[in-house]
């Protein structure tokens, strides 16, 4: 896109890259017809314009917090039909550095996200009429075997929306999450560690190897996700201090921020300066 290519001096175009990313390809389609386009020619369209948007406003105004919140919301898109576009908006976040330390938490909570109204492998006849109760636990455990990896991670992602008085029941789900915590794919691993440590925190310090395993991963996201757990986790994570320190020197930005931030909760006794001395 020629507007990012010209960087900063296209600031003015932001708020309009803005509208354009937010808005969805139904309603761009109805905004704006295509003649003679098919919907599905129309919408591939629309959604790689919208993909284009996200990279441009990084190149434009990278240290904007109006980006920064466009970019987050485009993380909990479906990505059955979007995800050229939260890639595009992944891309962009992956840059962030100190100054948008308190928008981390918000980055994180959005790559985490699921829509649990859209079909995700199946599992939907399991969430929508007992969903956050004890009656779905039965069900989900069983998902949790599933041989279908979507629905494998739907159900430790559901494991994870349970009301806070059933969760006793819930951790009956452990000794199967701590299995998918060897799944060969890497979105189940993480999700099903972030159900551990959601279900029982002190367990997580027995699967602290397997998140460790995590920090190494080539996508951003999943190494992102992990370091969040082992910050959560502290104390209990000391074994990942060597791991995240590696880390401190991470190609994405946004992880050396915030493992950084993991570093102090994990080994408290180091001082801030040594961490941030690391950190250069």
């Known amino acids: 896109m020629a507007l990012g290519e010209l960087g900063t001096a296209a600031r003015a175009a932001v708020p309009a890259l803005v509208e354009a990313l937010n808005q969805t390809e139904k309603e761009r389609f109805h905004r704006y017809p295509a003649p003679g386009m098919s919907i599905g020619v129309a919408y591939s369209s629309y959604a790689n314009a919208r993909a284009q948007a996200g990279l441009a406003l990084w190149k434009i105004a990278p240290a904007s917090p109006q980006v920064v919140a466009a970019l987050v919301e485009v993380l909990k898109q479906n990505p059955s039909q979007f995800q050229n576009v939260i890639d595009a908006a992944a891309d962009g976040l992956a840059h962030l550095g100190p100054q948008f330390k308190d928008q981390i938490p918000a980055v994180i909570a959005s790559l985490k996200f699921q829509d649990a109204t859209l079909y995700r492998g199946g599992i939907g006849t399991v969430v929508t009429s007992s969903r956050g109760s004890a009656k779905a636990i039965p069900e989900l455990i069983q998902a949790l075997q599933d041989p279908r990896p979507a629905v494998r991670e739907a159900a430790a992602h559901d494991l994870q929306t349970v009301w806070p008085g059933h969760q006793q029941v819930a951790k009956a789900a452990l000794p199967a999450l701590i299995r998918l915590l060897h799944e060969a794919e890497t979105s189940i691993r993480v999700r099903a560690a972030e159900a551990v440590f959601f279900l029982e925190p002190v367990e997580l310090s027995n699967s602290v190897p397997a998140v460790i395993e995590l920090l190494v991963e080539k996508d951003y996201r999943i190494r992102l996700r992990a370091v969040d757990l082992l910050r959560l986790a502290g104390k209990e994570a000391t074994a990942a201090g060597p791991a995240l320190k590696r880390?401190?020197?991470?190609?994405?930005?946004?992880?050396?921020?915030?493992?950084?931030?993991?570093?102090?909760?994990?080994?408290?006794?180091?001082?801030?300066?040594?961490?941030?001395?690391?950190?250069?």
Do not use: F, Q, Y
């Not at 909760?265 to 801030?272: G, I, L, N, Q, R």
């Open 247 to 280: 880390l401190l020197n991470d190609p994405a930005p946004v992880v050396r921020v915030w493992a950084t931030e993991a570093l102090k909760a994990v080994e408290p006794a180091a001082s801030v300066t040594e961490v941030t001395n690391s950190a250069r």
